[in-house]
T-cell receptor, first 112, second 114 residues
Framework: EAQVTQNPRYLITVTGKKLTVTCSQNMNHEYMSWYRQDPGLGLRQIYYSMNVEVTDKGDVPEGYKVSRKEKRNFPLILESPSPNQTSLYFC???????????FGSGTRLTVV | AQSVAQPEDQVNVAEGNPLTVKCTYSVSGNPYLFWYVQYPNRGLQFLLKYITGDNLVKGSYGFEAEFNKSQTSFHLKKPSALVSDSALYFCAVRVHGGYQKVTFGTGTKLQVIP
């Protein structure tokens, strides 16, 4: 089944403890992106990648890192999480710019 | 900078009635426009897109959307609403040549009343 897989689905962590949210797609898509969803703010783009080793900042990149060493994987790294990063995170991929995204099921992160 | 506005936080419609969810956008250049739907505790699902050509585009589950360049709008429509259409709807825009810069609206909650 063609899909975007995120792990974990739920995560509660403490301030300052480094964490990684994994994202993997099995559709050979070139484009991948991370979004966070907050009430009243919709989805805001964190980082995106156009291909292996090609990444760029979205609208809210502060406090996040990404890497794209393989085409299928696009992990999101929080080096020192803070409570304002408590949110619902989505990974998404698409084959080309004029295609819609396929989204993962989301990761609900709580930082205490 | 590109932006998307969904002016209504919530739209209520009776089952069987037509529905419209509004979206306006602002970009420098020609837009790619998208609609997505999000059911509770789920990721977003792609509904339809406008790239070029006919202003009326048809998508999944009987939804359609009309692109209006002069009004910079891309409203989502359906002739007859179902209770199962109740969900959160997002409009998104990407500019031609804008790679992965995709901007989403804040979402509109659609409530279809039996």
């Amino acid at each position: 089944e063609a899909q975007v897989t995120q792990n974990p689905r739920y995560l509660i962590t403490v301030t300052g403890k480094k964490l990684t949210v994994t994202c993997s797609q099995n559709m050979n898509h070139e484009y991948m992106s991370w979004y966070r969803q907050d009430p009243g703010l919709g989805l805001r783009q964190i980082y995106y990648s156009m291909n292996v080793e090609v990444t760029d900042k979205g609208d809210v990149p502060e406090g996040y890192k990404v890497s794209r060493k393989e085409k299928r994987n696009f992990p999101l790294i929080l080096e020192s999480p803070s409570p304002n990063q408590t949110s619902l995170y989505f990974c998404a991929s698409s084959p080309r710019a004029n295609y819609g995204y396929t989204f993962g099921s989301g990761t609900r992160l709580t930082v205490v | 900078a590109q932006s998307v506005a969904q002016p209504e936080d919530q739209v209520n419609v009776a089952e069987g009635n037509p529905l419209t969810v509004k979206c306006t956008y602002s970009v420098s250049g020609n837009p790619y426009l998208f609609w997505y739907v999000q059911y509770p505790n789920r990721g977003l699902q792609f509904l339809l897109k406008y790239i070029t050509g006919d202003n009326l585009v048809k998508g999944s589950y009987g939804f359609e959307a009309e692109f209006n360049k002069s009004q910079t709008s891309f409203h989502l429509k359906k002739p007859s609403a179902l209770v199962s259409d109740s969900a959160l709807y997002f409009c998104a825009v990407r500019v031609h040549g804008g790679y992965q810069k995709v901007t989403f609206g804040t979402g509109t909650k659609l409530q279809v009343i039996p």
